[in-house]
């Protein structure tokens, strides 16, 4: 188990955001959910969007050990979201993203404006990407997969955020980000996390 610290601010280029603009051109693979069924689904387990991707991620990732980094981004899209799959190799990740459920479709797009990375590995790491487009000065920050404009990181008060951490279902498009690196989730996985700074667009 490595050692916990705080979770550092880094840009995108640090740890090697693929691609590091949405502007770049790059097309990814795009895996549609349909946000109603996916909130179901994560209530019966106990959690909320953020675990009920990162989980499943995470464990293939850390079993399939890739050699080549790839970076998941998220999109909202009415009352759908996408998950995007780049990376500069073909990487099939259809297992999971396929079969998780709420899964609607699948296909192949440039990254979308309103495209966030939240997931990156790094060949030999999987990082939960917090990303912000300025420094934030706060102990407490917030992640909200609910917005409609994109997926973003906040300034919270701390009876927000341990509200969010105690009661996840009840928070389902909300996360509580970590103010220590690495978390271990279910299985004894190890997620490093790293707020991330970059002009996304």
């Given at each position: 188990m490595t050692s916990q610290q705080s979770v550092p601010i880094v840009k995108c280029s640090q740890i090697g955001i693929y691609p590091d603009s949405t502007?770049?051109?790059?097309?990814?693979?795009?895996?549609?959910y349909d946000w109603q069924r996916v909130q179901e689904a994560a209530q019966q387990q106990g959690c909320n969007l953020d675990d009920f991707?990162?989980?499943?991620?995470?464990?293939?990732?850390?079993?399939?050990?890739?050699?080549?980094?790839?970076?998941?981004?998220?999109?909202?899209?009415?009352?759908?979201?996408v998950v995007t799959v780049c990376s500069a190799r073909n990487v099939n990740l259809f297992d999971?993203?396929?079969?998780?459920?709420?899964?609607?479709?699948?296909?192949?797009n440039h990254l979308r404006p309103t495209a966030r990375p939240f997931l990156h590995w790094d060949g030999s790491r999987v990082i939960r990407v917090h990303s912000l487009e300025s420094t934030i000065e706060s102990a407490y920050l917030v992640a909200d997969f609910g917005n409609g404009f994109c997926l973003t990181v906040s300034e919270s008060d701390e009876e927000l955020y341990r509200a969010i951490q105690d009661d996840p279902v009840g928070h389902f498009e909300y996360s509580a980000v970590p103010?220590?690196?690495?978390?271990?989730?279910?299985?004894?996985?190890?997620?490093?996390?790293?707020?991330?700074?970059?002009?996304w667009t």
């Amino acid at each position: 188990m490595t050692s916990q610290q705080s979770v550092p601010i880094v840009k995108c280029s640090q740890i090697g955001i693929y691609p590091d603009s949405t502007r770049a051109g790059v097309i990814g693979h795009d895996f549609c959910y349909d946000w109603q069924r996916v909130q179901e689904a994560a209530q019966q387990q106990g959690c909320n969007l953020d675990d009920f991707l990162v989980g499943p991620l995470a464990k293939r990732l850390t079993g399939k050990k890739l050699q080549t980094p790839l970076t998941f981004w998220y999109a909202p899209l009415g009352g759908l979201f996408v998950v995007t799959v780049c990376s500069a190799r073909n990487v099939n990740l259809f297992d999971p993203l396929h079969g998780m459920r709420g899964y609607v479709e699948y296909g192949g797009n440039h990254l979308r404006p309103t495209a966030r990375p939240f997931l990156h590995w790094d060949g030999s790491r999987v990082i939960r990407v917090h990303s912000l487009e300025s420094t934030i000065e706060s102990a407490y920050l917030v992640a909200d997969f609910g917005n409609g404009f994109c997926l973003t990181v906040s300034e919270s008060d701390e009876e927000l955020y341990r509200a969010i951490q105690d009661d996840p279902v009840g928070h389902f498009e909300y996360s509580a980000v970590p103010r220590t690196s690495p978390t271990t989730i279910p299985e004894a996985l190890e997620v490093h996390h790293a707020l991330c700074i970059s002009r996304w667009t």
